[in-house]
């Protein structure tokens, strides 16, 4: 019964994360260390193994989408910035009549 509650905050964990919640990526990750020290408490050579080599490709993970998040604000910013620009533009230029062809 413990098994399927870990398995099913794992998968919240995961929903959280993937739904851009960063606390729960970084609790993911605290709650798989701790598993992972438990594997080293029992010395389960493969089990560290593969905590360890997990918790580096998550960790990588929450790197990268904390770039991300920064280059989305980048975008935003600037978009802002090029939309202010266009419309003191169109405000600052007269209004002209077109010509007429006759």
């Known amino acids: 019964m413990l098994d399927i509650f870990i398995a099913a905050m794992f998968a919240g964990f995961a929903y959280l994360a993937n739904k851009r919640q960063m606390w729960a990526y970084i609790a993911g990750m605290v709650v798989f260390l701790l598993d992972g020290l438990l594997a080293l408490l029992?010395?389960?050579?493969?089990?560290?193994?593969?905590?360890?080599?997990?918790?580096?490709?998550?960790?990588?993970?929450?790197?990268?989408?904390?770039?991300?998040?920064?280059?989305?604000?980048?975008?935003?910013?600037?978009t802002q910035a090029a939309?202010?620009?266009?419309?003191?533009?169109?405000?600052?230029?007269?209004?002209?009549?077109p010509a007429s062809s006759f």
């Open 42 to 78: 029992f010395v389960d050579f493969i089990g560290i193994l593969v905590h360890g080599f997990v918790l580096f490709v998550m960790i990588r993970g929450y790197i990268a989408g904390r770039e991300m998040f920064a280059l989305e604000r980048a975008m935003a910013q600037a």
């Open 83 to 97: 939309q202010a620009a266009e419309a003191s533009a169109t405000q600052a230029a007269p209004a002209t009549a």
